[in-house]
């Protein structure tokens, strides 16, 4: 069965830094999106993507965030410098088509991020 | 601003009853998402619902739109359906989380 995957699983880095987390959606998925969750608290949404750009994004997706769909099948999160407040898991996700008959979304095990 | 609320935020229940968990929200959705989420941090998308009910194996969920309210039912509880449940409402392409129900099936 196809499946999201995401890379790394676990990323440290430190306070400051850039990193960069990658997603594989499903292959015929239009609709991408990232999420995190601090340890913890509940799911937060961070930004979808569709045809080449953000199509909504919230509150916490800053100026330090950024997403790219670099090649037909990646899907990445950038954060440009890293606090330690970012500290989180980040899930992606992708799903077809908008009112398709097959509308769930798919989740990738996530990345946990640590920022030191 | 949307609120997703959950209810109860944990239950604990022994292997074979019925259960249900809650979900209200205040504002006009597009979908209502119920989302399981494994001990081991893992996610599955269990329904999405912009009307009536839907039923999966043992899983029905529910939406009232009137009333913005969501209700999932698990049916012969098992073990292995603990894990934390969370309701996520999506208006437009945004979402919003409930803080998730934390269920324990107890043999």
């Known amino acids: 069965e196809p499946e999201v995957t995401q890379t790394p699983s676990h990323q440290v880095t430190q306070m400051g830094q850039e990193v960069i987390l990658r997603c594989v959606p499903i292959?015929?998925?239009?609709?991408f999106y990232w999420y995190r969750q601090i340890l913890g608290q509940k799911v937060e949404f961070l930004v979808s993507?569709?045809?080449?750009?953000?199509?909504?994004k919230s509150e916490i997706f800053d100026d330090q965030f950024s997403v790219e769909r670099p090649d037909g099948s990646n899907f990445t999160l950038k954060i440009r410098s890293t606090k330690l407040e970012d500290s989180a898991m980040y899930f992606c996700?992708?799903?077809?088509?908008?009112?398709?008959?097959?509308?769930?979304?798919?989740f990738g095990p996530g990345t946990r991020l640590t920022v030191l | 601003k949307n609120e997703v609320e959950q209810s109860p935020q944990n239950l604990t229940a022994q292997e074979g009853e019925f259960i249900t968990i809650n979900c209200s929200y205040s504002?006009?959705?597009?979908?209502l998402h119920w989302l399981q989420q494994h001990p081991g941090g893992g996610i599955v998308s269990l329904f999405m619902?912009?009307?009536g009910k839907k039923k999966h194996g043992r899983l029905i969920a529910t939406i009232n739109i009137q009333e913005k309210h969501s209700s999932l039912h698990i049916t012969a509880s098992h073990p292995r359906d603990s894990a934390v449940y969370i309701c996520?409402?999506?208006?437009?392409?945004?979402?919003?989380f409930g803080t998730g129900t934390s269920l324990t099936v107890i043999p």
């Open positions: 996700a992708s799903r077809m088509l908008r009112g398709g008959v097959t509308d769930t979304q798919y």
């Open positions: 996520a409402e999506n208006t437009g392409n945004q979402f919003y």
């Open positions: 993507f569709y045809n080449n750009e953000i199509s909504e």
């Open positions: 619902l912009s009307s």
């Open positions: 504002v006009g959705i597009s979908a």
């Open positions: 292959s015929n998925h239009l609709y």
